[in-house]
């Protein structure tokens, strides 16, 4: 049989789970604070709970996504919410920090509920594709007993660890990432404009590059897990070689009157880097640069 589940949060997001879960037969309640927002899918066949206490006793399984962990806070911090949690599976699906997660698993497992942390890596019209990636970390119970439910909702499901806050710090990993090439672009089509160049010339030779952005990219990862920080002959450009190519953009940042705020962040962990003699070192030299120099390794932070 299918389990009883019930989502808080009938937003852009919330309404796409409900809707993917009915498609897949899960018997479905939903509760929002603006009732509104249930009527469609009350239509489609959701049970529009009457609270959010009358939601939770009625499900086997609790999916939270509203606007941000406060607001998930607001409603389950409720003396008769509080007391309907006991036996249920809370997943969390609330964008939020991974200390947020953790503070959210001590008090959901306190009230005698299951915690599972989620991370939705899509935007709403992608939930229940083939492709589409959540990630979930926190009790591996929840996550298995319920798995063919979790995988309805994207096929590109992962669980990465049982310590709750890790689903959102490989969320924001991946996000701090997508930034980074962002901002580069911004950055890119600065230079290119500045130099009469157009955007369809930029956005063309993107792809051309992209071979070499991506082996440069997962070189990094991988010599950074070795610890393979030396230069070797393996090494695709040295941090030296690189440091050459990159005074180019500063130079045109000052000859064009761009705005230099990241190249100049940028130049600073050069030469930090640099300073000490490491020119023949792999790029990958930077990466102690950003870490801590005493890593919990997966352990819980002493302040959690």
Not at 130 to 141: I, K
Not at 259 to 264: G, K, L, Q, T, W
Not at 280 to 288: E, T, V, Y
């Amino acid at each position: 049989m299918k389990s009883n589940v019930c989502v808080l949060g009938a937003g852009r997001m919330g309404s796409s789970i409900v809707r993917t879960l009915l498609d897949r037969n899960y018997p479905t309640s939903v509760w929002n604070r603006t009732a509104a927002r249930c009527q469609p899918l009350g239509i489609l066949g959701a049970r529009v709970a009457s609270s959010v206490e009358d939601g939770i006793r009625s499900a086997d399984v609790v999916i939270i996504n509203v606007l941000d962990y406060a607001a998930s806070d607001a409603l389950l911090k409720q003396r008769s919410v509080a007391s309907a949690l006991a036996g249920k599976a809370i997943v969390q699906l609330t964008s939020g920090s991974a200390r947020l997660a953790r503070e959210e698993a001590r008090w959901i497992e306190a009230h005698g509920a299951s915690y599972l942390d989620g991370a939705i890596l899509a935007t709403p019209d992608f939930i229940g594709k083939p492709d589409t990636a959540l990630l979930y970390s926190g009790s591996r119970a929840v996550y298995e007993t319920n798995k063919t439910l979790l995988f309805a909702l994207g096929g590109g499901t992962s669980y990465v660890g049982e310590l709750p806050g890790q689903a959102s710090a490989l969320d924001t990993a991946l996000l701090t990432q997508m930034w980074g090439g962002l901002f580069g672009a911004l950055q890119g089509m600065a230079v290119a404009e500045a130099e009469g160049l157009d955007l369809e010339t930029f956005r063309s030779h993107l792809t051309a590059f992209k071979p070499v952005v991506d082996a440069a990219l997962f070189d990094v990862v991988d010599r950074t897990k070795a610890r393979r920080f030396a230069g070797d002959d393996a090494t695709l450009a040295s941090l030296g070689a690189h440091y050459s190519a990159f005074r180019h953009l500063l130079e045109a940042c000052q000859e064009r009157g761009l705005d230099a705020a990241m190249p100049r962040a940028m130049d600073a962990i050069f030469q930090q880097a640099l300073s000490g003699g490491r020119a023949d070192d792999d790029f990958a030299s930077l990466s102690p640069l950003f870490g801590n120099s005493s890593p919990h390794h997966g352990r819980e932070p002493a302040n959690a």
